[in-house]
């Protein structure tokens, strides 16, 4: 199938959309607005359409003239708890909200792509289910979403989503078989010490002193305990103790991320923080509650799946709009929850251009490059028409 007019077609209104979608941003589990939008769209073009899964996820299933098989498209939908700073002339109407990661546009893209697929209903085969996800920044929107009911029924024959990536130069697409984003897990320590005057530290088991030398040992399991060729991070993101500068407390918290691919060093690297914990510790006299809490596995594109989807953009978009080669990240995805449902890969998509200052995503002042909008339709409508062929 040729989309190149019928998207051309839909260029005004992807923008239109996008804007809509990021003056109203909704932080996890309080899409309410934002699911509303997109359901009330989906019917208009004919789908058959399940609201408030998993609370406030959006399934739209179209269903081709002839049965075949199942393709999942996944986009999220959720906001950050930011204050934007863009200065658009279609900033956030929600005060302290933003969205700061490229989901107006990720919602945009799989909109498009249901209404050109809508048009072609009569020579699809098989079913697309679209999966507008909620709650993605905080990694719980995905089982949510697969623990109710409408998907426990949908067999995927696969699965399919994107994030827009201000790393990549406008229009450039990675694609790539085996780890793409890492599994995340969360940790949060209480040293339990004993409080006491500033001046009199003997009389004391100053738990400052004994975080302090934790956070140090933490970062040993990764630099001398773990295979330099098997990534891995440990971070400490959050201390807090204390109440003024004389007094010694009874506590303090600790509370950190650890990053993984290799299922093997994710196991060892929180054997190992409960043992150091327990040494340094019972060493200084101090006790310890430790919890920690194993979270969404990696992000593992399947290979057969994703050597495909190359041959089928580099046909459409051109050898050299398709990179194969980006480093995985270490930062985490809940995508990787539907992929223990059916075969999936998770792409990249470009959005760097002289236009488009390049901020991080997360920032105040990201925004994506609206012409990436159209690129990303074209790439789910391909798959989808090539898979459900």
């Not at 920044?137 to 696969?158: C, F, H, P, W, Y």
């Not at 934790?214 to 399991?221: D, E, F, P, S, Y």
């Not at 989807?309 to 930062?331: F, Y």
Request: net charge negative; charged share 20%; glycine share 10%.
């Amino acid at each position: 199938m040729d989309f190149r007019k019928e998207i051309s077609g839909l260029e005004k209104s992807l923008i239109q959309w996008r804007r809509e979608f990021h003056q109203i941003p909704e932080i996890a589990m309080e899409e309410e607005k934002t699911a509303s939008a997109i359901a009330e769209k989906l019917r208009g073009w004919g789908l058959t359409v399940h609201t408030g899964v998993g609370r406030t996820g959006v399934v739209g299933i179209l269903q081709g003239r002839q049965p075949g098989k199942t393709l999942g498209i996944r986009a999220d939908m959720d906001a950050l708890p930011v204050t934007e700073e863009t200065g658009l002339p279609f900033t956030s109407t929600h005060p302290g909200r933003m969205h700061a990661c490229g989901h107006d546009g990720h919602i945009t893209i799989a909109l498009g792509t249901a209404k050109l697929l809508s048009h072609f209903r009569d020579q699809l085969k098989g079913t697309a289910v679209f999966l507008f996800q909620p709650a993605e920044e905080t990694l719980n929107g995905a089982q949510a979403m697969l623990s109710s009911e409408i998907l426990k029924r949908v067999r995927l024959d696969a699965v399919v989503g994107l994030h827009i990536w201000p790393d990549l130069p406008l229009g450039k697409i990675a694609v790539r078989g085996g780890p793409v984003m890492a599994a995340v897990d969360r940790f949060s320590v209480k040293i339990l010490g004993k409080g006491g005057h500033g001046a009199i530290p003997q009389k004391s088991v100053d738990p400052i002193v004994i975080a302090s030398e934790v956070v140090l040992a933490l970062q040993r399991i990764v630099s001398r305990e773990i295979d330099p060729l098997k990534p891995a991070v440990l971070t400490v993101g959050r201390i807090q103790g204390g109440t003024t500068f004389n007094v010694i407390p009874d506590w303090v918290e600790l509370e950190g991320t650890v990053r993984t691919f290799d299922p093997d060093v994710r196991s060892l690297v929180a054997q190992r923080i409960e043992e150091m914990l327990k040494g340094i510790t019972s060493g200084s006299r101090a006790t310890y509650n430790l919890n920690y809490e194993f979270g969404i596995p990696a992000v593992q594109n399947d290979g057969k799946l994703a050597s495909w989807i190359q041959g089928v953009l580099r046909k459409s978009l051109g050898e050299d709009s398709v990179v194969v080669d980006l480093p995985p990240s270490m930062g985490g995805e809940d995508f990787a929850l539907f992929q223990g449902k059916a075969p999936g890969v998770y792409m990249f998509l470009g959005t760097n251009s002289e236009e488009n200052p390049l901020y991080p995503i997360h920032h105040a002042k990201y925004s994506i490059d609206e012409r990436v909008l159209p690129i990303g339709v074209k790439i789910f409508c391909e798959i989808a028409t090539e898979f459900l062929a």
